[in-house]
Antibody, heavy 122, light 108 residues
Framework: QVQLVQSGPEVKKPGASVKVSCKASGYTFTNYIITWVRQAPGQGLEWMGWISAYNGNTNYAQNFQDRVTLTRDTSTSTAYMEVRSLRSDDTAVYYC???????????????WGQGTLVTVSS | EIALTQSPGTLSLSPGERATLSCRASQGVSSRYLAWYQQKPGQAPRLLIYDASSRATGIPDRFSGSGSGTDFTLTISRLEPEDFAVYYCQQYGSSPLTFGQGTKVEIK
């Protein structure tokens, strides 16, 4: 079945970096955009950016464009999100999700990973 | 950036009742590019509605969406026990993508 499986929880100190992976299966990875959304504890959803799995093109939310890098590895059907210079307010669950439209840019997300909790604490 | 404001913050209803959730945009959402998601505790969001009124695959017909411009509504015709959750709207008509702050539907 179509699924996205993310890497496990992380605990990092302020100023460190974290890289979260999102492995796709059950569909042709390069046909879709992958987006990243985060959710701070008890809060709502915040869009971070998206990457085309086909050509690696990216689009970042302004709040994240200086500290976040989205990449992908087509040989392993895996997308990655790296956040640098972590702060305590980066503590959140980070989700990857797949665009609902192949070969397009609908930016509605029908398949989600299980989420990865990143805790930033000294 | 288009800000989305959802109301009410919390809706207290009983199973079998009708739920009406509102999502208001700070400016018009082009082409009715608005989606609704459901999220239960400890789970990822689940796509319910896209293009303001189209149900996603496998979504029961008790869920319906309507609206255009700046005012959108998600209606759950008869609440089932599994429908008690938080609901988010999302606009994708312009970048950056934005979400509403959520409406919690709780059991009365």
């Amino acid at each position: 079945q179509v699924q996205l499986v993310q890497s496990g929880p992380e605990v990092k100190k302020p100023g460190a970096s974290v890289k979260v992976s999102c492995k796709a299966s059950g569909y042709t990875f390069t046909n879709y955009i992958i987006t990243w959304v985060r959710q701070a504890p008890g809060q709502g959803l915040e869009w971070m950016g998206w990457i085309s799995a086909y050509n690696g093109n990216t689009n970042y939310a302004q709040n994240f464009q200086d500290r976040v890098t989205l990449t992908r590895d087509t040989s392993t059907s895996t997308a990655y999100m790296e956040v640098r210079s972590l702060r305590s307010d980066d503590t959140a669950v980070y989700y990857c999700a797949r665009d609902s439209q192949s070969w397009g840019q609908k930016l509605v997300f029908d398949v989600w990973g299980q989420g990865t909790l990143v805790t930033v604490s000294s | 950036e288009i800000a989305l404001t959802q109301s009410p913050g919390t809706l207290s209803l009983s199973p079998g009742e009708r739920a009406t959730l509102s999502c208001r945009a700070s400016q018009g959402v082009s082409s009715r590019y608005l989606a609704w998601y459901q999220q239960k505790p400890g789970q990822a969001p689940r796509l319910l509605i896209y293009d303001a009124s189209s149900r996603a695959t496998g979504i029961p017909d008790r869920f319906s969406g309507s609206g255009s411009g700046t005012d959108f509504t998600l209606t759950i015709s008869r609440l089932e026990p599994e429908d008690f959750a938080v609901y988010y709207c999302q606009q994708y008509g312009s970048s950056p993508l934005t979400f509403g702050q959520g409406t919690k539907v709780e059991i009365k």
